[in-house]
């Protein structure tokens, strides 16, 4: 028999005989993918070169410098027309940053607590929920945004006739006006106070944890830490003679002068961003505390925990392990759905570098690949922050 | 031998086993219990039952007016509208529907996209409901529909050819929809099976592409491929924009659907690979045969919701100029007639959106139910 098959191979020739062998064909087939990858790459590139030359254009990021000549309603630092695309830039990245970090904040309490009233007993409350997240989760988030701004701008009054909660917020047309935090000199002592406060409760934790594993002795972990990161930057604060003013807005003849406007083009946004998300959230939420045993609840309360502990140190941590894998990409996904603030002119990356700059300096290739390499650094950042955090919580099995 | 039961409930004596059910004691069931358990069982529950209540109330009296009673239906303009009733102005859906369902499509074509939309039903039914009529036969028709439906759309051959400019309203969102998920489908098994591949080359050059896709938003890679993608093509060469939307939608939905399926995939357990390679089965025989069957099914409910979240991103094409469902609603709002109605024009393309979705999410349950073979819990 073996006579027979060599033969064949034989007649099949060196080049058969190495396609049959398996270790042999999977060497050849990952050369011809690199080759063929290789060739794509070298056209697109020689493709690219081709035509920037032909209509004159180079490949260079020196526009960067030169004045944006457009202006910017959301701007967290200072900015005017006069200012380099750099810095149009930059803005762009802080406006996205902050929708993102107040979308994230907002969407998860919002996403716990109707994952929550999912859950209750309560039917009626129960199903008014479920109707709301079918029906948010169903529609596209760009409509959201879009209808949001919609009402924002067509029902709520002209500044004229703001809405005015307190003298300190005003609610119109034009945007949600909060009081401008002014920061005095010694501020930044209440600052390092905080950060202070915040190590310092790590450390205190990490070792009452210690105390714990040794002795069995518990330490108010969580009063030790209120008071530490909140106590103590309180009382810097007020020993330094609260060097921090708010000034809220106040209600001129056509507009609202002073204060720090929220404009429509960001609440709509936030808000949008932050329901859509929401729903998703509260799903997640729902299915992660279903998915723990409740033979858990049971043997918990066998073993005479209350209610409260039974929920903090048996249900929440076992429910996270399922919860945030995908409550890591439903932040990711926040993050990117941010690009979509161009569709009502708020201006994050997506509108400044790759929207404004783009069309004003006729430079794609730059911009775009300014705009690719910044969405993607932030995603590669946020996941490996759940990541890290992800594999902390995660079942340590022996 | 039969006892009497009326003459046993007299006399009150029954032979063993013969005592007829007796209602349950008062208080334990019926709505008034029912209510007691769900609504009332405790004074937060209450409290939150009454606030729910209200809310219902809140939304019938005012959204129900606005949306139904005070509304009008009738009117040629915002003013007509505002003049006649309070509530929502239904006239700008009314005198824009068409608008929003062909886009700019010449009307006396029109006709091609009513027929075409009936046949992607006949070509669906086959694919979708496995007790279709006479399903083996209809395949044949599903697999010739794209090029069928290319023909009836763009025209020539007889027909009228018609400009891609000329697309708009829900038969953009459809075109672009459906094209997406059937080709991303194929496209992200073949990335999937790549990234978990034995082959170092081929498994970095799969993650490296999913992950870029994944790691930027879509309305990035649109705006690529409306201002940049020519710079790639050798010069002379001129893609169509919608074809280019076409194949950064379904590149990207490609990428999450690898991701989907490669969970499917690592879910199975190892032995599933070792007795098919025991058999002797070749690597794509394996896979058809034995690996992609089960893993697919396991991730029934992720590629369902990629698909529902493709169809959904259908709206973004509008960033870049092309007027779907929602862009033309959109650009109707710019019209002075109906300027200020963004409510009422949204709420609409909400509708449209809410319904397709729905049906997909339910065929997902009904799909995920029918393939359930493993022993239920």
Redesign the interface.
Known sequence: MSTVALSTDDQGGSLLRLWRNKESRSVIIQIITIAILFAFLAFIVNNAATNLEKIGKGYSFDFLDEAANYDISQRPIEYDSQSSHWRAMFVGILNTLMVAVFGIVLATILGFFMGVIRLSPNWIASRIVYCVIEFVRNVPVLLHILLIHGIVVNVLPHPKNAINIADTFFLSNRGFYIPDPVVGDLFFLTIIAFFTGIAGAVYYSKRAKKLQDATGQQSPVLYASLGLILGLPIIVFLVTGMPLEWVAATQGTFNLKGGLPLRPEFMSLWLALSIYTACFIAEIVRAGIQAVNYGQTEASYALGLPRGRTMNLVIIPQALRVIIPPLNSQYLNLTKNSSLAIAVGYMDIVGTIGGVSLNQTGREMECMTIVLVLYLSMSLIISSIMNWYNKRIKLVER | MTINTDTALETGKFAPGTHPSLPPPPGTSGPARWMK???F?SVS?TI??I???Y??YLVISKAGAWLFWDAVVNADSREGCRAVGTGACWAIVVANFNKSIYGFYPEAERWRLNLDFILLFVALGPILFDKFPARKNMLWFSVAYPFLSIWLILGGWGLEPVDTALFGGVMLTLIIGVTGISFSLPLGILLALGRYS?????RM?CTMFIE?I???????LL??AS??L??????GVEFDLLLRVLIMVTLFSAAYLAEVIRGGLQSLPKGQFEAADAMGLKYWQAMRLIVLPQALKVSIPGIVNTF?GLY??T??V??IGLLDV?GIM?STLANPAWN?L??EA??Y??VF??IS??AM?RYSLYLENKLHTGHKR
């Open positions: 358990d769900n609504l069982s529950n939150l039952t606030v729910s209540v809310v219902i034995n082959l170092p080359v081929m050059v870029f994944r790691g930027v938003p879509l309305i990035a705006f690529v201002t940049m020519n710079y790639f093509l050798p010069p529902i959904k991103d709206t973004l509008l960033i929602l959109k200020g963004a409510e949204y709420l393309t909400a959106f809410f979705c729905f999410s």
